[in-house]
């Protein structure tokens, strides 16, 4: 059970530390969503060309990149409403992706999925499997939990605790959370609030990215809408989490958790199944409950959402 929280809680997490990127210079993320989306896609579609798993994890991360260099200007250039412009980035990853898959793979779908590279066949999905490290996955209580995982799984335990050290350790961090706070007084101290802001919106749709390259390719498949509302989710760990790293790591632990039950429901025989319906609306429903009665409560950076003029400030 635990395993499989931590394997569900993984995309999560990716996006959510780029939430908390983004959020942290004061661009609202609500497109995680689409940045996994296309992730997704284009990790299995670069798999299938170069058969090569970690080519296909590098392009589902430069896609989701590219995606919100399209936010970003539409949000920081264009100063138009955050929400609205991700929204709209959702919607054109959901068309774009559903048009692609279509057109590349026709009504079958994406090809058949490889688990052994060696014996795969030409134009197989190339998946990510899992790795043991050695001696440590033979621990007891501990050692499949931890040590015998997918390695992004191992990235993102690191990025959790890397995150934090960039954001309230270094340099580069104090004028993201500077930008945040009060763009103009940035500005005034000579940081380009607008490069900023370019630069952790980017970095976001890329952990996104990664988040959906994960998705797809540890089962091997793309399906259109694969992502099912986990962007949101994320989204909703970020703010949980009060918009720090490990806060939002918690908090993705917590709704992988409710996937994590659903699934091993769904796997029961006897009346425990019944619920597994249930069960499945528990991430959701905790998602409403983190966005409706917490939001509230938690005190996000204090230009968050709010576009910067330069021009305007001079």
Not at 27 to 49: H, K, R
Not at 235 to 261: D, E, N, R, S, V
Not at 274 to 298: H, M
């Amino acid at each position: 059970m635990w395993q499989a929280t931590l394997r569900q809680a993984t995309p999560l997490a990716l996006a959510a530390l780029g939430g908390v990127i983004s959020e942290r210079s004061g661009v609202v993320n609500i497109a995680m969503e689409g940045m996994m989306l296309v992730g997704a896609f284009f990790a299995v579609f670069y798999s299938v060309i170069f058969a090569n798993a970690a080519i296909g994890v590098v392009m589902g991360m430069v896609a989701g990149g590219i995606m919100a260099l399209f936010l970003a200007y539409g949000a920081i250039h264009l100063r138009a409403d955050q929400i609205v412009m991700g929204v709209a980035v959702n919607l054109a990853a959901l068309g774009l992706t559903g048009y692609l898959l279509f057109n590349k793979y026709g009504t079958n779908g994406t090809p058949q999925s490889c688990f052994a590279p060696p014996a795969c066949q030409k134009g197989s999905v190339y998946t990510i499997p899992d790795y043991s490290v050695p001696l440590l996955h033979r621990l007891p209580a501990v050692g499949q939990i931890l040590f015998q995982q997918s390695p992004i799984v191992y990235v993102m335990l690191g990025l959790v605790v890397l995150v934090h050290i960039f954001i309230f350790r270094t340099t580069l961090g104090l004028r993201i959370r500077a930008v945040g706070e009060n763009p103009r007084a940035a500005d005034t101290a000579g940081i380009n609030v607008q490069a900023v802001r370019y630069l952790t919106v980017t970095l976001s749709g890329v952990l996104s990215g990664l988040a959906g390259a994960y998705l797809s390719l540890t089962v091997g498949s793309f399906s259109e809408g694969m992502t099912s509302g986990r962007g949101f989710i994320a989204l909703a760990a970020m703010i949980f989490g009060k918009w720090t790293p490990f806060g939002a790591f918690g908090a993705c632990m917590l709704f992988g958790f409710g996937q994590a039950l659903y699934v091993d429901l769904q796997n029961t025989s006897g009346p425990l199944q019944s619920y597994s319906t249930l069960v499945a609306t528990l991430p959701y429903l905790l998602t409403i409950v983190a966005l409706a009665g917490f939001i509230g409560r938690a005190i996000p950076p204090a230009a968050d959402g709010q576009p910067y003029d330069p021009a305007a400030a001079g």
